[in-house]
């Protein structure tokens, strides 16, 4: 099934291969409120998604991570790096670190609960 809140977009004619977080989908929207409504501090826009996935991501795959350049805004989340074959599987694994990071509310608002000293809330 098709997944809104995320999506890969490759774009060799301007050298850019961008994985997106839609923060204004439903879904994503809900979610975010209950991040919220357990920590006062995560208004969740774009900008505390990137800090989020930043940490996120980053304990698993610190390296990826140091890879990833980023773009929030107010309703969306950008990671982002030039095209190559090589930095397009790169993305796929971004990609998939974030979709398995939505996958399981429970899991996140733990991981939360762990770090949230460590991410650097906007």
């Known amino acids: 099934m098709y997944d809104e809140r995320v999506a890969l977009i490759e ?5 850019c291969i961008s ?4 923060c204004e989908n439903d879904d994503l929207f809900a979610l ?3 991040i919220n409504a357990k920590f006062e501090e995560a208004y969740m826009n774009g900008y505390n998604w990137d800090a989020l996935i930043r940490c996120y991501i980053g304990k698993q795959d610190a390296q990826l991570m140091s890879e990833i350049e980023s773009d929030p805004e107010a309703g969306m989340y950008s990671g982002y790096t030039s095209f190559s074959p090589e930095n397009l599987e790169k993305m796929k694994r ?9 996958t399981n509310e429970t899991r996140l ?3 939360i609960r762990a770090h949230q000293s460590e991410i650097e809330w906007d």
């Open 11 to 15: 774009m060799p004619e301007n050298d």
């Open 19 to 22: 994985v997106c977080l839609y």
């Open 32 to 34: 975010g409120e209950r």
């Open 94 to 102: 971004f990609e998939a670190y974030l979709r398995d990071m939505l």
């Open 109 to 111: 608002m733990t991981f």
